[in-house]
């Protein structure tokens, strides 16, 4: 299964950093463009060579899954590129040298694979493939694996936070695809994991869920495996209220979560300028270790799920007014005492569809603290991003990230810190503009970066081409199992409805359109591609969209 990857543009920009000079065992594991695409490449090794995307950097990797024993050949279609070989982690050189590459992958899992423009680690900002190619005689994993948690038909198994799915690890095998369903004979490819557990948001409460892996490397995958499946059901939401909040700290790492079932505790408040209709919401707790400005890293998924994170002091009895909310992604912060506790609630803006998120605590006061990211387009259409910064401590700079679609993001360019030796007491304003123009829509976000390695993200903007037609028009999930919500960018004219119809024409769904959200219910609607056609006094557009 091949992922696919958004399109980029780019001026050519050049860079030759000689301090890293060397020869032909040169180790080039400098990634100033970062990772892209998003996620990992699992490739068909039936001697084809595939491109991975076509768009890469010289500067970045990519992150490819291998099967020990089997030969890969690593190329760029510029043929003086510098390709470098690595563990997941970026520390360790496999292999190194001009394109193209051979290695005999000695591990079944990750490698990075490097791009640059010669031995020196050269940069560029322009456009080449980056492929990969193999053979593989290895044998197919020859076993199942056991699903070890949760145990089988095990019941009251936690939504919040998000079951860590566990199986034993089987021989051979490079990565799993997980399947899970309702049903047994329902039990549908979710995903593909390396390694022996994932964590899996979305869970409803009360529900019976059924699950397997099915262990694969470059030959192919173990067969037989949909007789390993087991069961297990979700328990009640326990934090849908103030008082069953659930305790996180930093040592709690990442934590996943969903409003799948959750109920309206309170009405929502104003975040941000904004008023949601709803607030099916959840709740968390942190107590501050120190005084000082506490962080809440925050991600949603998909990036369209639009959720709304607010904090409040006190206790459940007795709340204090919000003391700090988030309706974009990158943070919440806190200005906290020692010991005190605070209540994060977390719920999805203006929807009654659940929403799966992700969050962490920072656990000290952060060292660089951000104001909220801002941007405009100038009449050339390209974004202009501004920042400031109330204080910073050890702060290298700032990498800009751009992205199409809100989910892969690639970085564009890197600013540094206008302080000296990245510290100030000070206020610092910061600007970046985009050398490429937004054509429809585009997102940025920053990630902040200490000078020991350490980062932040900031909030994610989105910038729409400003044209008197500028219109865009979105329904998520799509797949869609039951619920689709259609969404509105731009200028909504008089009249305007939905008609949704099978590619026969025939009419299964036909609404008025009064929101810039319309959640549309297509429970009772047999699986297949359908039409959703918009129109208003002013425009018509057409979505196809997918019913599981």
């Not at 470098?84 to 520390?91: H, L, W």
């Not at 694969?216 to 849908?240: M, P, W």
């Not at 990630?447 to 044209?467: C, F, H, M, P, Y």
Request: hydrophobic fraction near 35%.
């Amino acid at each position: 299964m091949k992922p696919n990857f958004t399109k980029k543009t780019a001026v050519a920009v050049w860079l030759s950093l000689s301090a890293f000079a060397g020869g032909a065992n040169a180790q080039c594991l400098t990634a100033t463009y970062g990772q892209y695409p998003d996620g990992t490449y699992f490739p068909t090794c039936s001697g084809t060579a595939w491109s991975i995307a076509s768009d890469c950097f010289a500067g970045e990797y990519s992150v490819v899954n291998v099967t020990a024993g089997v030969q890969y050949t690593f190329s760029s279609t510029i043929i003086a590129d510098y390709l470098t070989i690595a563990n997941e982690a970026g520390t360790t050189t496999f292999t190194s040298g001009t394109s193209p590459v051979v290695w005999t992958a000695t591990l079944n899992g990750n490698v990075r694979f490097y791009t640059h423009t010669n031995a020196a680690c050269g940069e560029q900002n322009s456009g080449r493939q980056r492929r990969v190619q193999c053979n593989s005689t290895v044998p197919v994993p020859a076993a199942c694996a056991t699903n070890t948690y949760p145990q089988n038909a095990h019941t009251g198994v936690p939504v919040n936070p998000s079951p860590v799915l566990t199986w034993t690890p089987v021989a051979d095998a490079s990565g799993y695809r997980l399947y899970s369903g309702t049903t047994a004979a329902g039990a549908t490819y979710q995903k593909n994991v390396v390694g022996s557990n994932t964590a899996f948001t979305g869970f409803a409460p009360n529900t019976t869920y059924y699950w397997y892996v099915v262990p694969f490397n470059a030959s192919g995958e173990a067969i037989g495996c949909a007789s390993t499946i087991t069961s297990f059901t979700t328990g009640a939401l326990s934090n849908d209220n103030c008082s069953g909040a659930i305790a996180i700290n930093a040592l709690s790492g990442t934590v996943s979560g969903t409003t799948n079932g959750a109920t309206e505790s309170m009405p929502a408040g104003a975040c941000e300028g904004e008023l949601s209709n709803q607030a099916r919401d959840v709740w968390y707790s942190v107590t501050a270790d120190v005084t000082g400005n506490l962080a809440v890293l925050t991600d949603e998924f998909p990036f369209q799920d639009d959720m709304v994170w607010e904090a409040y002091s006190g206790t459940c009895g007795n709340l204090s007014a919000a003391i700090a909310c988030s309706d974009t992604l990158g943070s919440l912060t806190i200005a906290a005492t020692a010991g005190q506790t605070y209540y994060i609630r977390v719920y999805r803006f203006s929807s009654t569809l659940p929403g799966n998120f992700a969050m962490q605590v920072s656990g000290t006061a952060l060292p660089v603290t951000m104001d909220k990211l801002t941007g405009k387009l100038n009449p050339k259409g390209m974004a202009e991003l501004n920042w400031k910064t109330l204080a910073e401590q050890n702060n290298k700079g700032f990498q800009v990230q751009r992205s199409e679609d809100g989910i892969t993001f690639r970085t564009i360019g890197f600013v540094a810190s206008g302080a000296e030796g990245g510290n100030s007491k000070a206020a610092l304003a910061y600007g970046f503009t985009d050398a490429n123009a937004v054509n429809g829509t585009a997102y940025y976000r920053l990630l902040q970066t200490d000078i020991d390695g350490k980062t932040e993200w900031s909030n994610t903007v989105r910038l729409s081409a400003q044209t008197k037609n500028a219109f865009e028009l979105v329904a998520v999930p799509n797949p869609v199992k039951d619920k689709v919500s259609v969404r509105i960018y731009g200028e909504r004219g008089s009249q305007a409805r939905i008609l949704i119809t099978d590619l026969n024409g025939k009419t299964v769904r036909r609404l008025q359109v009064t929101a810039d959200e319309t959640n549309v219910d297509l429970g009772a609607v047999p699986g297949g591609i359908y039409l959703l056609k918009y129109t208003d006094a002013n425009r018509s557009e057409t979505l196809k969209i997918s019913k599981q």
